[in-house]
T-cell receptor, first 116, second 111 residues
Framework: AQTVTQSQPEMSVQEAETVTLSCTYDTSESNYYLFWYKQPPSRQMILVIRQEAYKQQNATENRFSVNFQKAAKSFSLKISDSQLGDTAMYFC?????????????FGTGTRLQVFP | DVKVTQSSRYLVKRTGEKVFLECVQDMDHENMFWYRQDPGLGLRLIYFSYDVKMKEKGDIPEGYSVSREKKERFSLILESASTNQTSMYLCASDSPGEEQYFGPGTRLTVT
């Protein structure tokens, strides 16, 4: 069975600084997808970034980028130039491919606080 | 914009009551999901549905049932609510291989 581990329950960063959130996973699959989701306080969960395991290049979305290390089964999220609006719970998630009814397996989350 | 809506943001029920949580999506998604979110445990899948009238158990189905009579609507049912079902419930939907969209959540308190 697949598992996703986020070892940092809480983190904080000053505005404009860079922060990295850690995620490791365990799977015997060779092809899969990894995701980072953001859940702002009292707001809906939204997708931040997605990585396909067969792609060597790390995914990037504006200030958000990942460091995907397939051999180490590591998938960290880097937030550059942190903004107050980045304050949220961040969840790392795994999905098998080919799509098996799109079941996501989530980590326990990291609460990120951005300070002015 | 994709919209996933849930019938209530906050709900308070008594032990033993039958509880219905409703979820509606407006993007013609095939798949719909119910998750439970608890501090320190992340999101755990309760049930999902990949088609009308089809359902499959997730990781924690005990004490819950679901209904999907129409493609856009997926209901979570607590037949006899218990205090250990106090939690945040999140509904989600997607088309196969696409981004999963989440509703705003229902915070259920069972007293």
């Amino acid at each position: 069975a697949q598992t996703v581990t986020q070892s940092q329950p809480e983190m904080s960063v000053q505005e404009a600084e860079t922060v990295t959130l850690s995620c490791t996973y365990d799977t015997s699959e060779s092809n899969y997808y990894l995701f980072w989701y953001k859940q702002p306080p009292s707001r809906q969960m939204i997708l931040v970034i997605r990585q396909e395991a067969y792609k060597q290049q790390n995914a990037t979305e504006n200030r958000f980028s990942v460091n995907f290390q397939k051999a180490a089964k590591s998938f960290s999220l880097k937030i550059s130039d942190s903004q107050l609006g980045d304050t949220a719970m961040y969840f790392c998630a795994f999905m098998k491919h080919p799509y098996n009814t799109d079941k996501l397996i989530f980590g326990t989350g990291t609460r990120l606080q951005v300070f002015p | 914009d994709v919209k996933v809506t849930q019938s209530s943001r906050y709900l308070v029920k008594r032990t033993g009551e039958k509880v219905f949580l409703e979820c509606v999506q407006d993007m013609d998604h095939e798949n719909m999901f119910w998750y439970r979110q608890d501090p320190g445990l992340g999101l755990r899948l309760i049930y999902f549905s990949y088609d009308v009238k089809m359902k499959e158990k997730g990781d924690i189905p005990e004490g819950y049932s679901v209904s999907r009579e129409k493609k856009e609507r997926f209901s979570l049912i607590l037949e006899s609510a218990s205090t250990n079902q106090t939690s945040m419930y999140l509904c989600a939907s997607d088309s196969p291989g696409e981004e999963q969209y989440f509703g705003p959540g229902t915070r259920l308190t069972v007293t």
